[in-house]
């Protein structure tokens, strides 16, 4: 079957670095996206993966290794507005998104 | 407008009721999606549209009815549903090429339906 796991509920401080963990397993492999979702509001893009490595966008970074089925995201100099769910998504051999369950990141001062 | 719009924001139905929920883009995207986002679980695929053509229905039930008059607009009728059902429905749109990845979806805010 494919699944996408992701922790549920990640904590961390202002300022501080954290990074959010997907693994995957799908019928297929057309790349990994990764969405932010504020409460009560639209999931929107961060990120997208298809080869091995290091993608850098400002403070949000996203690795990708596909012969581990393993990506995460790299959040930098957190900031309060952080606080979100983060949702992995994995694009099947039909090129459709397979959703992880999101995970809560909480940020404390 | 700009983005991705949906009408209503919150809806309260009976189960006897039918109702409708509409989405529009106005990204020139040529594929449209409904989905369904429940507490704590993944964001369920009900309908895709490419094209104006439906392209996936994920075994959802009968009391779900999409519609797809033209590219740039999505409807979900709704008629005797459950408790059940009550969750976010996000619409969603991309730009396809046929047989590639990295079209990003764009999502509306949600519609916050409440079955009573």
């Known amino acids: 079957g494919q699944n996408i796991d992701q922790p549920t509920e990640m904590t961390a401080t202002e300022g501080a670095i954290v990074q959010i963990n997907c693994t995957y397993q799908?019928?297929?492999?057309?790349?990994l996206f990764w969405y932010q979702q504020h409460a009560g509001e639209a999931p929107t893009f961060l990120s997208y993966?298809?080869l091995d490595g290091l993608e850098e966008k400002g403070r949000f970074s996203s690795f990708l290794s596909r012969s581990k089925g393993y990506s995460y995201l790299l959040l930098k100099e957190l900031q309060m507005k952080d606080s979100a769910s983060y949702l992995c998504?994995?694009?099947?051999?039909?090129?459709?998104?397979?959703w992880g369950a999101g995970t809560k990141l909480i940020i404390k001062p | 407008e700009t983005g991705v719009t949906q009408t209503p924001r919150h809806l309260v139905m009976g189960m006897t009721n039918k109702k409708s929920l509409k989405c529009e883009q106005h990204?020139?995207?040529?594929?449209m999606y409904w989905y369904k986002q429940s507490a704590k679980k993944p964001l369920e695929l009900m309908f895709v549209y490419s094209l104006e053509e439906r392209v996936e229905n994920n075994s959802v039930p009968s009391r779900f009815s999409p519609e797809c008059p033209n590219s740039s607009h999505l409807f979900l009728h709704l008629h005797t549903l459950q408790p059940e059902d009550s969750a976010l429905y996000l619409c969603?749109?991309?730009?396809?090429?046929?047989?590639?990845?990295?079209?990003?979806?764009?999502f509306g805010p949600g519609t916050r339906l409440t079955v009573l």
């Open positions: 993966n298809v």
């Open positions: 969603a749109s991309s730009h396809n090429s046929p047989g590639t990845g990295g079209n990003e979806q764009f």
């Open positions: 990204l020139g995207h040529n594929a």
């Open positions: 998504a994995c694009m099947d051999s039909n090129y459709q998104l397979i």
């Open positions: 799908t019928s297929g492999f057309n790349g």
